[in-house]
């Protein structure tokens, strides 16, 4: 990436804090060499020991990350230029593409909202909001409910700072270039088929149908992943979350979507490992953030992307 500016978030109620504390890493390349900012939300796996001692489980059995999505954003950061924010502080601590209302209140300790059972928290109520509760498979997380000061200090010093620095950079990338791209990196587990014959997708783009992308950038997406013969969904099993919700803004020039890769694409079989096939994951993923970067940079706020873009 050549010269860079290197920030790091860290928990404010550590004193001094050190590598392990950091709770977001964003690297911007010195001059904004492309309008694309790549972020990995689920990417932490910095488990404190206060953490890891209040599971009901072994830490190891745990898979809410997405597990090395980071360590591909990193190699796709590094051959594109793109800015890159990764999340180090775990899912399991805090989700960042969740809503801060997005909360199981059943599972609080303390002070609680007079309205607790809105539709902002069925995701919750399934196990898998702002914190998550349980696991198909695993059950209950947690030992003891979560303290409601606790649930706060996880906000102030996690999950809003990173946000922040998010809003951000895609604000200073969009001033920079006339419009910016957030690609929204995660990983997902295989695919099922729906039919016999089907080759089931091994990436899934996802734009909120529409709200939150130029719809000539998700059709790049899709053009590329068809021209390079690999299987794609356009918003369907996942279409994107919070994340995009809160950031995409086509209209002031901010575009967002997300991109799942499936983890038998880049993990070893046992989908814990990087595999030898990552590399080429990396390789194939930078040549459409530079397909995307170049739509972006003819892209100003309200215009149109040229009609080959579609």
């Known amino acids: 990436m050549g010269d860079e500016t290197t920030l790091s978030g860290f928990d404010d109620s550590v004193s001094r804090p050190s590598e392990d504390d950091r709770v977001f890493e964003l690297q911007v390349g010195a001059n904004l060499p492309i309008p694309v900012l790549l972020a990995v939300p689920h ?36 051959e594109t230029g793109a800015a890159l924010l990764v999340a180090k502080a775990p899912r399991a601590l805090i989700d960042l593409n969740r809503a801060p209302d997005d909360v199981d209140w059943s599972m609080i300790h303390g002070d609680k909202p007079s309205r607790s059972n809105s539709l902002a928290n069925r995701r919750a109520r399934s196990g898998l909001g702002l914190v998550p509760r349980r696991l198909p498979g695993l059950g209950e997380l947690w030992k003891h409910p979560l303290d409601r000061i606790e649930l706060d200090r996880r906000i102030d010093t996690v999950h809003r700072p990173y946000h922040q620095a998010l809003g951000a950079t895609l604000e200073e990338i969009r001033d920079h270039w006339g419009a910016a791209l ?124 040229p009609q080959a873009a579609e």
């Open 182 to 305: 957030l690609i929204d990196l995660h990983s997902m587990p295989p695919l099922r088929r729906r039919y016999q014959d089907e080759v089931a997708p091994e990436f899934v783009l996802g734009d909120r149908f529409g709200s939150s992308c130029h719809g000539g950038l998700i059709a790049t997406a899709l053009n590329y992943f068809g021209k390079s013969g690999r299987p794609v969904a356009h918003n369907q099993p996942y279409s994107g979350g919070y994340v995009l919700d809160r950031h995409g803004a086509p209209r002031r020039g901010i575009h967002a979507m997300q991109i799942e890769v499936c983890r038998t694409s880049y993990l070893d079989s046992r989908l814990e490992e990087p595999s030898a096939r990552l590399p080429a994951v990396a390789r194939l993923i930078s040549g459409l953030v530079r397909e995307l970067a170049a739509s972006v940079a003819e892209l100003r706020k309200g215009d149109q992307l």
């Open 43 to 78: 990417g932490g796996r910095n488990y404190a020991s206060d953490v890891l001692a209040s599971l009901r489980h072994s830490g190891s059995r745990l898979r809410l990350e997405d597990r090395h999505a980071d360590t591909l954003a990193h190699a796709i950061s590094e």
